[in-house]
T-cell receptor, first 111, second 118 residues
Framework: QKEVEQDPGPLSVPEGAIVSLNCTYSNSAFQYFMWYRQYSRKGPELLMYTYSSGNKEDGRFTAQVDKSSKYISLFIRDSQPSDSATYLCAMSAPGANNLFFGTGTRLTVIP | GAVVSQHPSWVICKSGTSVKIECRSLDFQATTMFWYRQFPKQSLMLMATSNEGSKATYEQGVEKDKFLINHASLTLSTLTVTSAHPEDSSFYIC??????????????FGPGTRLTVL
C-alpha cells in the first residue's frame, strides 16, 4: 500500500464550479499536510499548508484535514480556467526530512 | 520570499556526456535540498536528500555514481548526471527547506530542468 493515495483524474469542471480534491494516507505519524499546484512543465508551487487536523482557508481555497479518517481535502470555490493544473498533496511526520507526495490530480476548468 | 531557481531550464545533450544542473535558494538559507525526478503525467520521485557540507543521502535504486550531488553552500546544490543516456531524459526538480523555519517542513521548489538525452 502506498503511503499516500490520490486519484489522478483527470477532472474537468465548468468555470465557477466547486472543486474537491482528496488524498488518503496510511501513516498516522503524519502531522504536516500540504497542497501544491503544478502547471505544465513547471515546478510545484505551495498552495496551502496545514498542521494536524482542522480547516484552513485562503481566498477561494480551503484545506481540510481529518486525521481520524486519514483523509485530507482541498476545495476550490468559483473555479477559474487559471486553476487548470495538477494538484499534488504532500505530507510528512515531525522531524522527518521527506515529503510523501500523492500522484497528483490533473484539473481542467472549462470556460 | 522563498524563491528557488534552477539552471538551466532545459538542456539537450548527446548520449555519454555529463550534464550539471544548479539549484539555488535566492532569498533564504537552505541547509537541506532535495532532488526529484518526474516523468510525464507522474508524481515526483525523490532521488536524494542533500545536506550542506555533507554527503547526499540517496533513495533506494538511485545510482549515486551516476547522479552526483554537491551541496557546497547554504544556497547552492548541484546535480550532475554523468554519462547520460536516453533513459535519463526526464524533468528534474530541486526543492529546498528554509533553515530559518526549521519547525516547518515546507519545501520550496525550483522551476525544474528538462533534460533530453539524444
Amino acid at each position: 500500500q502506498k503511503e499516500v493515495e490520490q486519484d489522478p483524474g483527470p477532472l474537468s469542471v465548468p468555470e465557477g464550479a466547486i472543486v474537491s480534491l482528496n488524498c488518503t494516507y496510511s501513516n498516522s505519524a503524519f502531522q504536516y499536510f500540504m497542497w501544491y499546484r503544478q502547471y505544465s512543465r513547471k515546478g510545484p508551487e505551495l498552495l496551502m499548508y496545514t498542521y494536524s487536523s482542522g480547516n484552513k482557508e485562503d481566498g477561494r481555497f480551503t484545506a481540510q484535514v481529518d486525521k481520524s479518517s486519514k483523509y485530507i481535502s482541498l476545495f476550490i470555490r468559483d473555479s477559474q480556467p487559471s486553476d487548470s493544473a495538477t494538484y499534488l498533496c504532500a505530507m510528512s511526520a515531525p522531524g522527518a526530512n521527506n515529503l510523501f507526495f500523492g500522484t497528483g490530480t490533473r484539473l481542467t476548468v472549462i470556460p | 520570499g522563498a524563491v528557488v531557481s534552477q539552471h538551466p531550464s532545459w538542456v539537450i545533450c548527446k548520449s555519454g556526456t555529463s550534464v550539471k544542473i544548479e539549484c539555488r535558494s535566492l532569498d533564504f538559507q537552505a541547509t537541506t535540498m532535495f532532488w526529484y525526478r518526474q516523468f510525464p503525467k507522474q508524481s515526483l520521485m525523490l532521488m536524494a536528500t542533500s545536506n550542506e557540507g555533507s554527503k547526499a543521502t540517496y533513495e533506494q535504486g538511485v545510482e549515486k555514481d551516476k547522479f552526483l550531488i554537491n551541496h557546497a553552500s547554504l544556497t547552492l546544490s548541484t546535480l550532475t548526471v554523468t554519462s547520460a543516456h536516453p533513459e535519463d531524459s526526464s524533468f528534474y526538480i530541486c526543492s529546498a527547506r528554509d533553515a530559518g523555519r526549521a519547525s516547518y517542513n515546507e519545501q520550496f521548489f525550483g522551476p525544474g530542468t528538462r533534460l533530453t538525452v539524444l
